[in-house]
Every structure is written in structure tokens, then in C-alpha cells.
């Protein structure tokens, strides 16, 4: 037992002479994640310069209104003058929507004016039951950056959901 | 200066307010900053794109995103939202940035603000796996506070951590009285209960105490919530171990009994249990758990290795003097072994090249989530991770090895950023696909369509205009022409003075026939109508579906005009981040390198310190022979030479 208790103390000395280098260190660590953020900020910013213009940007964002009676599952986004965006959900993300979170789902690059587009959440009832719940519309797209809404929600009547899409 | 990021303002302008001062005072400066920079932003915006960005920041922070959440720019605008503030310390924990967490959260102003129980929980909880249980009390009871507004999720939790602090502390009343306002239905019950007992174990708690403590624990299924047969053999293990040290030798090896053979506590319960049978001298079922644990663990286990010193010892006791000599020689055998493997395996260059095995297995391709979130399944099984297994589990390791994960996560993310830098600053380098010219000649062509559109549309406005009082509206040419004919037959015949019978007929057939065609016209004229106010209206449409066409196309033809001219400038810009990610990629390698050396010194000391056991170990292994022997050869000599030699 003597052995247990020398070799403790041993190590527990080794562990704090590396403890005090390794407080020098963490603190470099987190002034390099600082430098992160920052760059990561500057980067993001020459990125928005250089690749979306407001006049063709569009961002598409995903809200849940109850959730009760429909599970989204993943989202397929489509439409005439911009790429198609998909996405499969996690719980985690559900459990975001639910209590009232905005996805942003993404952002294309779309030329003024009319576009038609189809939206289909795919997802399960409250039976369990895959079902796909479509949206088929159309949106103006000004000078301004777009911001569109598509909202999942409860239509308590008939205990099924419906999605509308709104600009922002 | 750059343009950079609400946070990375904010950040920046804390650590120039922080120079040289104590950090109670960077706190503010933090708190401060970011409040200013997101006030100072958000009055710009509309309160719909707050709503927006508040929103959109919480759904990143809720999915545990913590570094989009603070960083991407459609969150940026409600980084100023008291809720978003209120949740930003826990970001920066989440980060690993404890200081800036610490920071903000000690604000005075934050903290009038109340509900910073999350904030202060995760502080707790920090502070509990570094093992300042004093800090994480201070921390725990701040999140309890009603104010605090604590997730109801972690109430159990953040009460484990009041009842272990007060528990290690000595306290034992206040902490169990938050024991009993604990539900016994998750693990941080059952924790709080386990640190209960060490405490009471500290003020000595005799053997009938400790056995109705554990009494309900041992009728407890092991499927209930929170509660599994690692933490019961945990608290059999340790309440054997307890009163073994106490001399209770038939309670302890009542206790090591029931540890499972298959569990992570397996080898020093067999050890233990052992030493509880050898202690009540029955010493042929002392040997068997030892020669189970020889046989069946790792050798350089520290349970095998006390085994295999205890083995001889009990031996010797059992079978007296030189009988037990080959079992000594067997365990020397053994341990010197043992002592060859920790020799090769503390290698630094073996022990790199360890690190760098699990090191490497991790997917760091996206920055984002937990940094802190080392993960311990990412040590392979191999005969090094073996050897240290004891050290895998120490604070110490776990923080090492988050940190080595942290900076190669930055410098793969480094990585991929320098290389899309690159190729944008290629792409901005290389002749343009679409110049000028290109694009006056498209908005040149679209104005000359819309003009084309317009004088169409004006065209049909005076039709529509003229048709309206018109004698035959909207007829076609070839009606047209056929009511000419009538009419100048009509004319012919009524001219003539003397009509013939013929003449009189035929002026009052095309008369009729003039009828007819008219009410033909007539007939058709609201169809025609419509359809002209139809083509108009379409027309008219076409008109304003160029006319948006030509003003996007003017929009971007200014910016790319603007776009050329700033190009030198922002090509620089993205030289000048190529150049901070340069320089932030080689701190960052430096940084690897001394935090791998870091964790190769841990394990380098691990081993060290088996090894030195272990010399122990064959040190008295080697006297208990030595002593064997020569004892057998006075027992010879006193015998007069004869004995065994002959």
C-alpha cells in the first residue's frame, strides 16, 4: 500500500510541474482561437464580396410551427434560375425547430424577378407514416438580398401540416 | 482596418482594452464591446432582421454549433439581444475560451440581468473536471439561485456538483440534505451518493453504518435509471477496499465478492480480495484470484503487477521457507518481464508515434461544434494505450489530449481556408470570363428590345383607341375589302338614272350582303376586343419583365464596374488574410508540437512511474530470495553440511 501512496504523490509532483507548462499553453490556445474567429470573420466577409452581390443573393430558412402532426425528415428545394438545395434533418436540429429556431437553409444566387419553385419536406405523420408535404409557389426577387421564410404548421382540424412560404 | 466580424470586433477591442490589466477589468471591456459593436449594428437593421438573426443564432446554438452561432453573419445582428447575450458565455465555454466565458459573465451588468444559470453551470461543471471543487461550488450555487433561471435539464447535475463539493469538503449534513431533494433516478444520484459515502468513509463510518448505506443500492436492479453495474461495482469495490483498510476482512471479501468479472473494476477487486483472504489466513483462496488475474489481465496492469509480488509472499506463508522459492523466482521472472516492456515502451519516439496514431483518426475537416470535445474511443487499442490504460482516465490526460485535438482541428481548418484563399485569389488574378464589353453589348441589346416592347405596346394603344369609334371595329383587311366591294357595287347601281329590274336587284342584294358582313362584324368585334386587350396586357407585362430584366442588368453592370475598381483593393485584403492565416498556421504547428511533447511527457511519466513500482516490487521479490536462500544455507550449516546438495 505504501508503494500505491508513494507513487501517487510521485506522479501527482510530474502532474503539476506539467500543469504549470500546460496553463502556458491553453492560453496560447485560446488566443489562437480568437485568431480564428477573427479571420473566420474577415474571411467570410471577402467571400460575401466576392461571390454574392445582394442583388442575386436569396436565403431560404425553415421554421416549425407545432410540429405536432408532422416530422420533417429532409427538405428538397428546386425551382427555375437556381441551384437545387437539399437537406436531411437530425433530431438535435428538430428539437431547435420545434421550440422555435430558424434554419437557415441556404443561400442561392438567383437573377431578378419571378421564379417559380417546389419545395418537398419529406417526413412522418403522427401515425409514423412516411408522407411528402409540397409546396409549389412563386417569389419576386427585388434588388435586396431575399429572405424567405418556409413554415411547417400544425393544421389542427384535419391533424396534418401545411407549408407556406413568405418573404421576410 | 478590415472589416471584420461583430464578435471579432468586440474580441479585439477587449484584448486592446486588456492590455497590461487584470481580467475582472477585461470582462467588462468584453461585456462592453460586443454590447457597443451589436447596439451600434442593430440600430441599422430592421427589427423583423433582429427577430430573424436572433432567431437563426439560436437555432445554431441550440444544435450545439457554438462557433456559427457567434460567428455567422446572418446571427451577427442579435448578438446585442439580451437573450443572445445571456447564452454567448456558454458559447465561449463550449469553445474552450473559458476566460472570455469568465469574462462576460462576471459582468455586473450581465449579472443584474439575471437567468445566467446555464452560464454559470458549465462554469460548474469546468471547474468540476479540473477537480476545483471549491470554484465549481461557488459556480453550482450561483446557477441554483431562483434568479438563475438554471434549464431544469441540469438541475440534477449542478446539484451533484453542490453535494460532491460539500461532500469533499467535509459538509456532510448540507450535503446530504441536497441528496434528499434529489430524485433517485439518474446517475447524478446515485455520483452524489458515491461521494457521500467517500466522505463518510473519511469519518470513519463503522461496518453496520456502511452496510445499511448500501443496503438499498445492493436490492436495486441494475436497469434502473442512471444506475448500472460499473457504478455498483464501483461502490462494491471501494466500501471492500474500505474495509479491508478497517480490518473487516470477511465484510470486504463480502463486498469484492459481488464486483462483476467482466467489468472495468474486475482486476483490482481480484487483487483486494486476495489481500481479504490472505488477511484471514486462507490462503489457498487468496492465491486463486491473483493467479486469475496473472493468467487473464494485461500484464503491466498495476493490479498484476502487486499480484505478482503478493503471490510469493502468501506462498511462503502457506508452504514455509524453501518450498516457495520457485514461486518467487516465477514472479521475479515475471516482473523482470514486465520491466523489459515498460522499458521499450517508453520510448519518446514510440510514444509520438502513439499520439500521433489516434491523433490523426479524428475528422477535423469541419471547425465548428465542441472543441473541447475530446474524444477518448479515438485511443486504439494497442499495447501502449494498454500499458497507460490507468493514465487515460486522469484529468490531466483527457485536458491534454482535447487541447492537441483542438489545435489540429485549427490547423486543418487553417488548411482548407488557405487553400480556397488561394484559389480565389487565382481566380481574381486570371483573365475575366465575362469583361465590359461583353456585358454593355447584353444591356445594349436589352434596351434596344425594351424599345422595340414599348413602341409595340404604344402601337396597340392607338389601335385600341382608334377601333373604339370605328364604323366596323375591329374587322380585318379582307372583311374590309368585301365591304368596299359592297359598298361600291351599292354606290354603282343607286347612280344610275335609269335603273334597270336588274340594277334595282342587284343594289339591294349587296345592300343585304353589306348587312350581313357588318353584323358579322359586329358579331365578332367583343372577341376581338378581348383578345387585343389581352395581347395588350401580355405586352405589357413582357414590357415590365424587360424593364426589371434591364435594371438588374444595369445594377450589375455598375457593380462590376465597382467590382474592378476595388479588385486591387480586396485582392490585397485576401492577401493579407492569406498572410494572418500563414502566420496563425505556423503558430498553430509549434503550438502541436509542444502540446504533443506535452502529452508524450504524461505518458513518458506513466510509464516511469510503473517502472519504478515495479523495481519496487522485484527489489523485494529479489530480497524475499535472497533471504530464502540464506536462511536455507544456515539451516545447512547448523545441520552439519548435510542437506539438500547431497
Same mark, same amino acid.
Given at each position: 500500500m !505504501? ?11 510530474? +502532474?503539476?510541474?506539467?500543469?504549470? /507548462? ?44 407545432g410540429?405536432?402532426f ?7 428545394? /428546386? ?12 433530431e438535435?436540429e428538430?428539437?431547435?425547430l !420545434? ?15 419571378a ?11 403522427e ?30 382540424e ?11 | ?11 479585439s ?8 490589466t ?24 430592421? $427589427? ?5 438573426? $436572433?432567431?437563426?443564432?439560436?437555432? !445554431? ?10 460567428t455567422?453573419? &446572418?446571427?451577427?445582428?442579435?448578438l446585442?439581444?439580451?437573450?443572445v ?13 473559458? %476566460? ?18 446555464n ?16 470554484a ?23 446539484r ?6 460539500l ?6 449534513? *448540507? ?11 439518474d #446517475? ?8 457521500? =459515502? ?17 443496503r438499498?443500492?445492493r436490492?436495486?436492479d ?13 461502490f462494491?469495490?471501494t466500501?471492500?477496499r474500505?474495509?479491508?483498510?478497517? %480490518? ?22 481480484l ?39 503478493a503471490?510469493p509472499?502468501?506462498?511462503?506463508? =502457506? ?15 515475471? *516482473?523482470?518481464?514486465? =520491466? ?20 490523426g ?15 477518448p ?6 499495447? /501502449? ?8 482516465? +486522469? ?53 434596344? $428590345?425594351l ?6 405596346q404604344?402601337?396597340?394603344k ?22 368596299? +366591294?359592297?359598298?361600291?357595287? #351599292?354606290?354603282? +347601281? ?13 343594289? #339591294? %342584294? ?9 353584323? !358579322? ?17 401580355e ?22 464596374? @465597382? ?6 483593393? #480586396?485582392?490585397?485584403? *485576401?492577401?493579407?488574410?492569406?498572410v ?13 508540437q509542444?502540446?504533443?511533447?506535452t502529452?508524450?511527457?504524461?505518458a ?9 513500482r ?5 527489489? /523485494?521479490? @529479489? ?16 545441520s552439519?553440511?548435510l542437506?539438500?546438495? &547431497?
Open positions: !505504501k508503494f500505491v501512496v508513494a507513487g501517487m504523490l510521485w506522479f501527482f509532483g510530474i +502532474t503539476q510541474a506539467v500543469a504549470e /507548462t500546460q496553463q502556458d499553453i491553453q492560453l496560447e490556445i485560446e488566443s489562437a482561437k480568437r485568431s480564428v474567429l477573427e479571420i473566420s470573420n474577415e474571411l467570410k466577409e471577402i467571400e460575401t464580396e466576392l461571390v454574392r452581390p445582394n442583388s442575386t443573393k436569396a436565403s431560404l430558412y425553415v421554421a416549425i410551427n410540429g405536432n408532422f416530422k420533417p425528415m429532409s427538405i428538397e428545394v /428546386t425551382g427555375n434560375g437556381f441551384e437545387p438545395l437539399n437537406y436531411v434533418y437530425t438535435l428538430l428539437k431547435a !420545434k421550440l422555435g429556431a430558424v434554419q437557415p437553409l441556404g443561400t442561392v444566387d438567383v437573377a431578378p424577378g421564379h417559380w419553385v417546389r419545395i418537398v419536406i419529406r417526413g412522418q405523420d401515425r409514423e407514416q412516411v408522407r411528402d408535404l409540397v409546396y409549389e409557389g412563386a417569389f419576386k426577387k427585388g434588388h435586396r438580398h431575399q429572405k424567405l421564410l418556409l413554415t411547417i404548421a400544425d393544421k389542427v384535419q391533424r396534418s401540416a401545411f407549408a407556406t412560404l413568405k418573404a421576410w | 482596418m478590415h472589416k471584420l466580424g461583430l464578435l471579432a470586433l468586440a474580441l477591442a477587449s484584448v486592446l482594452a486588456d492590455a497590461g487584470q481580467s475582472a477589468e477585461k470582462t467588462q471591456s468584453l461585456f462592453a464591446s460586443i454590447d457597443a459593436a451589436a447596439s451600434a449594428r442593430s440600430s441599422r437593421l430592421d $427589427k423583423r432582421d433582429i427577430e430573424l438573426s $436572433k432567431r437563426v443564432y439560436f437555432y !445554431k446554438y441550440l444544435t450545439e454549433d457554438y462557433m456559427s452561432a457567434i455567422a453573419p &446572418e446571427a451577427e445582428a442579435s446585442s439581444q439580451t437573450e447575450l445571456m447564452t454567448l458565455p456558454v458559447s465561449f465555454l463550449n469553445m474552450g475560451m473559458d %476566460s472570455y466565458a469568465l469574462s462576460m459573465i462576471s459582468d455586473p451588468v450581465l449579472e443584474q440581468r439575471g437567468g445566467l444559470g452560464s454559470w453551470f458549465v462554469l460548474a461543471q469546468r471547474s468540476a473536471e479540473r477537480g476545483d471543487w471549491e465549481a461550488y461557488d459556480f453550482a450555487s450561483r446557477a441554483a439561485e431562483s434568479s438563475a433561471l438554471l434549464d431544469p435539464a441540469s438541475t440534477q447535475e449542478n451533484y456538483i453542490l453535494v460532491s463539493s461532500a469533499g469538503n467535509d459538509q456532510l449534513q *448540507m450535503a446530504k440534505s441536497i441528496l434528499d431533494e434529489m430524485a433517485a433516478d #446517475r447524478w444520484y446515485f455520483y452524489s451518493l458515491y461521494n457521500v =459515502m467517500l466522505a463518510e468513509m473519511r469519518r470513519d463510518i463503522d461496518g453496520d453504518d456502511l452496510s445499511r448505506l448500501l438499498p443500492l436490492k436495486l441494475i436497469t434502473t435509471a442512471g444506475y448500472d453495474q460499473a457504478l455498483y461495482d464501483r462494491m469495490l466500501a471492500g474500505y474495509e479491508l483498510e478497517n %480490518s473487516r476482512y470477511p465484510e470486504a471479501v463480502e463486498y469484492l465478492r459481488s464486483v462483476s468479472h467482466d467489468g472495468p473494476y474486475a482486476a483490482p477487486a487483487l483486494h480480495y486476495g489481500w481479504g483472504m490472505a488477511k484471514q489466513w486462507l490462503y489457498d483462496q487468496a492465491l486463486q484470484p491473483w493467479r486469475v488475474l496473472q493468467d487473464n489481465f494485461y500484464h503491466l496492469d498495476l493490479a498484476v503487477l502487486e499480484s505478482l509480488m503471490t509472499y502468501v506462498a511462503e506463508l =502457506m508452504q514455509g521457507g524453501v518450498e516457495s522459492l520457485h514461486v518467487y523466482e516465477y514472479a521475479e521472472r515475471h *516482473m523482470t518481464s514486465a =520491466m523489459y516492456d515498460i522499458d521499450r515502451l517508453n520510448d519518446a519516439e514510440l510514444l509520438s508515434g502513439w499520439v500521433n496514431g489516434w491523433a483518426q479524428g475528422e477535423h475537416s469541419h471547425l465548428q461544434g465542441n472543441w473541447l470535445d475530446g474524444n474511443d479515438l485511443v486504439e487499442a494497442s499495447e /501502449t494505450s494498454k500499458a497507460l490504460e490507468s493514465l487515460l482516465d +486522469t484529468p490531466e490526460f483527457g485536458s491534454a489530449q482535447a487541447d492537441l485535438l483542438d489545435i489540429q482541428k485549427m490547423q486543418t481548418w487553417v488548411q482548407k481556408q488557405s487553400e480556397i484563399l488561394q484559389s480565389q485569389i487565382g481566380i481574381m488574378q486570371s483573365p475575366r470570363v465575362m469583361d465590359a464589353e461583353s456585358g454593355n453589348a447584353t444591356v445594349a441589346d436589352m434596351r434596344l $428590345k424599345v422595340e416592347l414599348k413602341a409595340e404604344a402601337r396597340f392607338r389601335w385600341i383607341e382608334t377601333e373604339q369609334n370605328a364604323p366596323y371595329p375591329y374587322a380585318n383587311d379582307e372583311e374590309m375589302a368585301r365591304l368596299q +366591294t359592297l359598298r361600291a357595287i #351599292r354606290e354603282e +347601281t343607286s347612280s344610275e338614272s335609269d335603273q334597270t329590274a336588274e340594277m334595282v336587284q342587284l343594289n #339591294r %342584294s349587296s345592300s343585304t350582303l353589306i348587312g350581313i358582313q357588318a353584323w !358579322k362584324v359586329f358579331k365578332e368585334a367583343p372577341i376581338r376586343r378581348w383578345e387585343t386587350v389581352k395581347a395588350y396586357v405586352l405589357g407585362n413582357q414590357v415590365n419583365d424587360a424593364s426589371e430584366k434591364l435594371d438588374g442588368l444595369v445594377q450589375l453592370e455598375s457593380q462590376l464596374v @465597382r467590382f474592378d475598381e476595388s479588385s486591387d483593393k #480586396r485582392l490585397q485584403k *485576401m492577401k493579407v488574410a492569406q494572418r492565416l500563414s502566420d496563425l498556421g505556423s503558430r498553430l504547428e509549434d503550438l502541436r509542444r502540446q504533443q511533447a502529452v508524450v511527457v504524461l513518458e511519466h506513466h510509464l516511469t512511474m510503473l517502472n519504478d515495479l523495481k519496487e516490487y522485484l527489489a /523485494t521479490t @529479489r530480497l524475499a530470495i535472497a533471504r530464502l536462500y540464506d536462511n536455507e544455507l544456515r539451516r545447512n550449516a547448523n552439519g553440511g542437506g539438500e546438495y &547431497e
